[in-house]
């Protein structure tokens, strides 16, 4: 079975500029987390949603949104990109009960690099 | 609110030696414990995970028992190897959210 896909892997963008990143999860999957990766933040979660629904969401600004489609890949869309917004994004699947705690399988990452 | 502790890295170990990565976790209710790895340029793999007290998670000689008296879940590997270097991180699920909440991760280097 296919792991979780990210694209791009590799993304650079000027300040003010928007980006989005896409994921597709693991087939039969249907929760889809999005968490930032900075080497001075750590690893912080961005939303989650199951069923095309946000279910969660993090600390971020309202620049950060996401959405999930019927077929649960999922978009995150970053509008009025700042150079703090480089980080490595991360996509987490998971079959997602309703009661969550469900294991969560990461995709390789799109790395984002705001000059 | 809830949050994950982990010890400061590098952690660094001759080939073969015993390894204890130390976590330590808050939070309401009964979360469930995971620790992942991250190998240089990659994404998160799950490592192990424990879903209640006294569960102990094992994986590719890894172990981690999740010790509700003393909100800890610590890692342990008795015999590293060099291709264990990685950043380990120790995470809890909230109920009823598959959110997961990161420790700082902790880098371990094996040397042979």
């Known amino acids: 079975k296919a792991g979780v896909t990210q694209t791009p892997r590799y993304l650079i963008k000027t300040r003010g500029q928007q980006v989005t990143l896409s994921c597709s999860p693991i087939?039969?999957?249907?929760?889809v987390s999005w968490y930032q990766q900075t080497p001075g933040q750590g690893l912080q979660f961005l939303f989650e949603?199951?069923?095309?629904?946000?279910?969660n969401k993090g600390n971020f600004p309202g620049r950060f949104s996401g959405r999930q489609f019927s077929n649960s890949r999922s978009e995150m869309n970053v509008s009025t990109l700042e150079l703090g917004d480089s980080a490595l994004y991360l996509c987490?699947?998971?079959?997602?009960?309703?009661?969550?705690?469900?294991?969560?399988?990461f995709g390789p990452g799109t790395r984002l690099l705001v000059l | 609110g809830n949050s994950v502790t982990q010890m400061e890295g590098p952690v660094t170990l001759s080939e073969e030696a015993f390894l204890t990565i130390n976590c330590t976790y808050t939070a309401t209710g009964y979360p469930s414990l995971f620790w992942y790895v991250q190998y240089p340029g990659e994404g998160l793999q799950l490592l192990l995970k424990a879903t209640k007290a006294d569960d102990k998670g094992s994986n590719k000689g890894f172990e981690a028992t999740y010790r509700k008296e003393t909100t800890s879940f610590h890692l342990e590997k008795g015999s590293v190897q060099v291709s264990d270097s990685a950043v380990y991180f120790c995470a809890l699920s909230e109920r009823n959210t598959d959110k997961l909440i990161f420790g700082t991760g902790t880098r371990l280097q094996v040397f042979p």
């Open positions: 987490a699947s998971s079959l997602a009960a309703a009661g969550g705690q469900e294991t969560q399988y």
């Open positions: 087939s039969g999957h249907r929760s």
């Open positions: 949603y199951f069923s095309e629904t946000q279910r």
